[in-house]
C-alpha cells in the first residue's frame, strides 16, 4: 500500500461551521505534512508532524488546528474560515531514511470551499 | 534551501523527449535535487532525484552538471499523460533528530504540455 487516502475529497462550508479533514497512511511514515494550494500557484506548507509531534508550523493562523492522533492519522481541523482559505489541502507523508532516498507521497487533497 | 529557476510553460510533441531544464546556482554541497510533477486536480507525484551522479528510473532521467548548478529532467518518450507541472526542488535530507525539521519548499514549476 503506498497510498496517502484523504477525505473528504470535496467540501462546502459556510464561516461559522466547524469541520475537520483527515488524511491517512499505511506505508509506516513517521513524518506528515499538510499543505494548502490555491488555484495556478504552487503547494505550500502549512504543517508537519514527526513521530506525531508538531515540528513546523509555518505562522498558520488559529482557525487552522492540525492534530495527529496516531502514526497513521492526521487531522485538520477547521473553525471560522474564511473565503480566502478556500484551496486544495494536500496531505503527504514520508519515511525517515539513512539510504537518502526518501521522498513525500501526497494524497489526492480535499478541494475546499468557504462561503 | 536553495531556490530554484524553471520556464513557466514548455510544450513537447507526443513520442518525442521532453527536456525540462532547472536553474539551482545557490545550491549547497548537501542538497539533493528532486523532481516531482502534479497533473491537474491530482496531489504532487514523485519523479526523481539525485544528487551528483545522472540518474535513471522508470520514469525519467536526471542529468545534473558537473558544477550542480543546473539540471535536466527527460522524459524519454513523452505522452499525453505527461501533460503537468513539474516541480524542481533542491533539499537537504534530513535524518535522525532533525528528521521532519524541513520544509519542502515547491518553486512555480514548468507548466508542461504535450501536443498530439
Known amino acids: 500500500d503506498t497510498e496517502v487516502t484523504q477525505t473528504p475529497k470535496h467540501l462546502v462550508m459556510g464561516m461559522t461551521n466547524k469541520k475537520s479533514l483527515k488524511c491517512e497512511q499505511h506505508m509506516g511514515h513517521r513524518a506528515m505534512y499538510w499543505y494548502k494550494q490555491k488555484a495556478k500557484k504552487p503547494p505550500e506548507l502549512m504543517f508537519v508532524?514527526?513521530?506525531?509531534?508538531?515540528?513546523i508550523n509555518e505562522s498558520v493562523p488559529s482557525r487552522f488546528s492540525p492534530e495527529c492522533p496516531n502514526s497513521s492519522l492526521l487531522n485538520l481541523h477547521l473553525h471560522a474560515l474564511q473565503p480566502e482559505d478556500s484551496a486544495l489541502y494536500l496531505c503527504a507523508s514520508s519515511q525517515e531514511s539513512r539510504l537518502t532516498n526518501e521522498k513525500l507521497f501526497f494524497g489526492s487533497g480535499t478541494q475546499l470551499s468557504v462561503l | 534551501d536553495a531556490k530554484t529557476t524553471q520556464p513557466p510553460s514548455m510544450d513537447c510533441a507526443e513520442g518525442r523527449a521532453a527536456n525540462l531544464p532547472c536553474n539551482h546556482s545557490?545550491?549547497?554541497?548537501?542538497?539533493?535535487v528532486y523532481w516531482y510533477r502534479q497533473i491537474h486536480s491530482q496531489g504532487p507525484q514523485y519523479i526523481i532525484h539525485g544528487l551528483k551522479n545522472n540518474e535513471t528510473n522508470e520514469m525519467a532521467s536526471l542529468i545534473i552538471t558537473e558544477d550542480r548548478k543546473s539540471s535536466t529532467l527527460i522524459l524519454p518518450h513523452a505522452t499525453l499523460r505527461d501533460t503537468a507541472v513539474y516541480y524542481c526542488?533542491?533539499?537537504?535530507?534530513?535524518?535522525?533528530?532533525?528528521?521532519?525539521?524541513?520544509?519542502?519548499?515547491f518553486g512555480t514549476g514548468t507548466r508542461l504540455t504535450i501536443i498530439p
Open positions: 545557490t545550491i549547497s554541497g548537501n542538497e539533493y
Open positions: 508532524y514527526s513521530y506525531e509531534k508538531l515540528s
Open positions: 526542488i533542491v533539499r537537504v535530507i534530513l535524518i535522525g533528530s532533525n528528521f521532519g525539521n524541513e520544509k519542502l519548499t
